[in-house]
């Protein structure tokens, strides 16, 4: 793995912000780079790139 590499930077289960939104939730899925993560409690799911997600 690369200095840059992100593929193991997130886990299922880890509580993540949308950075351009600022909204929070926990990562349920992940598939290559993309992750899906349910906010609201899962009131919305959607994709996220890991570059838009930060650990919280």
């Known amino acids: 793995m ?3 590499s992100s593929s193991d930077e997130f886990n299922i289960g880890d509580k993540v912000r949308v ?3 600022e909204q929070e939730g926990y ?3 992940k598939n290559g780079n993309t ?14 790139e890991a570059s838009d997600l930060e650990k919280i």
Not at 40 to 46: A, F, K, P, S, T
């Open 2 to 4: 690369g200095l840059f």
């Open 19 to 21: 950075k351009y939104r």
């Open 35 to 48: 992750y899906m993560v349910s906010i609201n409690n899962g009131q919305i799911v959607d994709s996220y």
């Open 27 to 29: 990562i349920i899925d």
